[in-house]
Every structure is written in C-alpha cells, then in structure tokens.
C-alpha cells in the first residue's frame, strides 16, 4: 500500500471537524433472524423460526452511518413518509446524531422499507415495500431550497442515488453549484438505469455491474489484472467523458478498485484479503470514507485506498454494516507488508 498507517491516522483524527451532507434515498432496513429445521408443507419453501429482529437506517442513510462510524458528522437530506416507519427511521437518525433539518416528510409518499429474512448466516429472501417518488415543481423546489441552505454548512457532500426517486436532475445541479461556491468535494454513488449530468462531481464510485450499465456495455468476464481489462479500461474512459468527473472509482470486488481520472494513467488498487460474508451497503461505506478523507485533505489516491480497506472491513460482517476507525487502522496494520 502507498498510504502509511501514520497518514491514514493523520487524516482520520481531523474526522470529528467535518461534517458531510448525505443527499439521496432514506430508508429503513429490517432483518428478521431466525433458524430453518424444516421444510412447508405448503410449498417447497424453507420454514424460519424468527429468534429477532432489527431494523436499521438504510438507503443512503447508511452512508451516514458510516461517516458517524468513522468519526465524523453527518447531515442528511431526503423524502420519508408520513408514517410510522418514517418516524421511527427519523427518531433512529436523530438519536445517533444525524442532522436533519433536509429531511422532509411526504403525506402521500410512504417510506421505503427492505426486510431480509436471514436464516443460518444466510439470506433466504427479502422483501421491498416502495414507491418511486414523485415531486410537484414546488415540492422540488422547496427540497433544493433545504439542500443548497445545508451545503453552506458542510465540508463535502455525498450523492447517494438508490434510483427510488430522491435524486433528480434539478438537486444534483443544486448540489454541485452550491459544492463548487463552498469549494467543497462532491461524491457520487450512481445508479446504472439512471443517467444525470454531473460534471464537477469530484468522484463517482459505481461497482462494475453499474460501471458497464451506465456506458452502456454489455458485461463480460472480469480479467485477473484490471490493468489489462480493456472492456473495462474503455468503460472508465467513457464514464470520465460521460459524466465529466474528477475521478471514477470503480469497485471490482475480489478485484480491488480501479481509479480513473483525467489526463492520468488508471491506478488499480487491489483488495485486501478477507472472507466475505455479506456486500450489503459495502459501496456506502467506500463513498463515505472517499469524500470524508477529501474533506479532510487527503489525495484522491489516500482517499481509495482508506476506501479499500473499510470495504474490507465491512464485508467480513453480516448485515448492513460499518467501519470504525480503530478497525479500519487495525485492518491496515494486518496488510501492512502489502506494499
């Protein structure tokens, strides 16, 4: 690795000063757990005896759980229901010290929720309840109007795009015209079906599978060396034309990451060793540690390879999960030798 454990500490310890603004989809992520001993009598479907359940911010909420996570402070802006699972998502932000003063309650909109039945450290099926969300131009409006006031206090923003219908042409040009007044970075997590203007955008992170979706190539089989790639290699060429960004990151899973920017050569980076038991919200946790270690001065480079290491802290745990800072220094510390 390039970046010492001593700059990796260097720039997470000025964390606690930065405070990040989550623009995107909100939420709410349950897990019902539980055991399989037997099979239905009424259809071929495994039978789970539920033991518990959990219910988290998901969505782009987890991506300011994961800046909290990391030590910094997070604001989030977005559409919940009037209901109760937006009351009870909003109560669950508040309290762990997410700012939400853009956070607007929809009264026809219900609030999104994903329930995984998971069973034997396996998920068995999950279940959506969602709506693809609908703004009058007024309602539009007053959201960017709440998004652009909270800019003016933040040191970066992140754009999370679930693709539920929060994220819209006229709030990402709201964000990156504020982001580009304030001089601040902006992150973009897209989504492949989903095509906006962004130029000016410090940093996109798609994964592969989004990668190619959003150039709009069919996806074939990864090569061992990113490097020598070339489907993929002319996909982040086409991206960093599309979509006029800093930097593309693009997240390779066992392949690590590969770094595209402009008027620069790609950098691979590659993964860190660890068994995987679940990818939920890895991708959140790589834009989040990529925009927070840009606010708090690191390079682009610094900033994907503090990413690498979180995602591989988070794979290793089950669930929707994030990474601390004493993880992500004690993950550093185990791959010290990889330089």
Avoid at 106 to 132: F, G, L, M, N, S
Avoid at 194 to 206: A, F
Avoid at 301 to 320: D, I, M, P, Y
């Amino acid at each position: 690795m390039k970046i010492t454990i001593e700059r990796a500490k260097d720039l997470l310890g000025s964390a606690s000063e930065k405070r990040i603004l989550v623009v995107g989809d909100l939420m709410m992520d349950r897990f019902v757990y539980g055991s399989v001993s037997r099979i239905s009598p009424e259809a071929p479907v495994p039978v789970v005896h539920v033991s518990h359940e959990k219910a988290m911010p998901g969505g782009a909420c987890n991506v300011a759980s994961n800046l909290l996570s990391l030590g910094g402070k997070a604001a989030m802006a977005g559409i919940v229901g009037q209901d109760a699972i937006g009351r009870e998502l909003q109560d669950q932000l508040s309290a762990s010290g997410v700012t939400l003063k853009a956070v607007v309650e929809h009264d026809t909109h219900p609030t999104c929720v994903k329930t995984r039945i998971v069973a034997e450290r396996q998920q068995v099926v999950r279940v959506d309840r969602e709506e693809y969300l609908t703004l009058a131009d007024r309602e539009m409006a007053a959201f960017c109007a709440l998004v652009q006031k909270e800019i003016e206090s933040a040191d970066g923003v992140i754009i999370e795009d679930y693709g539920k219908g929060s994220v819209q042409q006229a709030v990402v040009d709201t964000v990156l015209a504020a982001a580009e007044k304030a001089g601040i970075p902006v992150g973009y997590d897209p989504k492949d079906d989903h095509i906006l203007k962004m130029e000016g955008v410090s940093v996109v992170t798609p994964n592969r599978k989004e990668a190619f979706g959003s150039a709009g190539v069919a996806e074939g089989r990864p090569a061992e060396n990113p490097l020598e790639d070339q489907p993929l290699l002319e996909v982040g060429r086409m991206l960093q034309e599309m979509w006029k960004a800093r930097h593309t990151l693009i997240t390779l899973g066992p392949h690590g990451m590969l770094l595209c920017g402009e008027n620069e050569p790609p950098q691979h980076i590659p993964t860190r060793a660890r068994e995987v038991f679940d990818v939920s919200g890895a991708g959140d946790t790589v834009i989040a540690t990529y925009v927070l270690a840009l606010a708090c001065g690191a390079t682009f480079t610094e900033a994907a390879e503090l990413s690498n290491f979180a995602a591989g802290v988070v794979v290793g745990k089950l669930g929707t999960a994030t990474c601390t800072q004493t993880e992500l220094i004690n993950y550093m510390k185990q791959h010290a030798d990889e330089v």
